[in-house]
């Protein structure tokens, strides 16, 4: 069974630039979670969802994030413009539902200069 | 607020030797679940061990185990006869059955280092 899968897996941008990162879930997986793991910490929520409605966005920022969830099934997390501070790893999880273990992506390493 | 702590930012074992890495948590609510995540260099998190806050028995996974002690709130992990693939960071981790929705809550990580 494929994991999930994450693209790119580095990205290097200059700051104010927009960019964009895809996910796409185990299949048959509900649930789908983007979390930002800045350097030497533990990953933090940043957005959940339910299929295609987002449950829990309360951590992400919103005036420069944005996601969304088409159809249920891959999801893409977009920053513009992005900022020096974004410079972290973005990691997609998915799980069954909200219940049931989270199996995480490879991440997407952002570098901002 | 719910909240986990690992204590050692650093650890070295000898191959083939056991260690035990550090966690606990504070939580309020009465249902929740404990989780142990290895983090190689490659970035990936790779789930290792669950334990529910109702569980009777400490978990075990072949060479990993929690040492659940609720009343100290903690659940450290144990690895027995280190390897040396087993160098990576180590996170633990909390959920809520109560609310949050399932939204993982993570420590700052420990990363191990198995010396040959």
């Known amino acids: 069974e494929a994991g999930v899968v994450q693209s790119p897996r580095y990205k290097i941008i200059e700051k104010k630039q927009p960019v964009a990162f895809w996910c796409n879930p185990i299949s048959g997986h509900n649930t789908l979670y983007w979390y930002l793991q800045n350097l030497g910490q533990g990953p933090e929520l940043l957005i959940r969802?339910?299929?295609?409605?987002?449950?829990?966005d309360s951590q992400l920022p919103k005036d420069r994030f944005s996601a969304e969830r088409l159809k249920g099934v891959d999801s893409t997390l977009k920053i513009q413009p992005a900022e020096l501070g974004d410079s972290a790893v973005y990691l997609c999880?998915?799980?069954?539902?909200?219940?049931?273990?989270?199996?995480f992506g490879p991440g997407t390493r952002l570098t901002v200069l | 607020a719910q909240k986990i702590t690992q204590t050692q930012p650093g650890m070295f074992v000898q191959e083939k030797e056991a260690v035990t890495l550090d966690c606990t948590y504070d939580t309020s609510d009465p249902s929740y679940g404990l989780f142990w995540y290895k983090q190689p260099s490659s970035g990936e998190m790779i789930f290792l061990i669950y334990q529910g806050s109702y569980d009777q028995q400490n978990a075990t996974e072949g060479r990993y185990s929690l040492n659940f002690q609720k009343a100290r709130k903690s659940a450290n992990l144990v690895i027995s006869a280190s390897q040396l693939g087993d160098s990576a960071m180590y996170f633990c981790?909390?959920?809520?059955?109560?609310?949050?929705?399932?939204?993982?809550?993570f420590g700052q990580g420990t990363e191990l280092s198995v010396k040959p």
């Open positions: 999880a998915s799980s069954q539902d909200r219940d049931h273990e989270q199996f």
């Open positions: 969802y339910e299929n295609e409605e987002a449950v829990d």
């Open positions: 981790a909390m959920r809520s059955y109560y609310n949050q929705g399932g939204k993982l809550i």
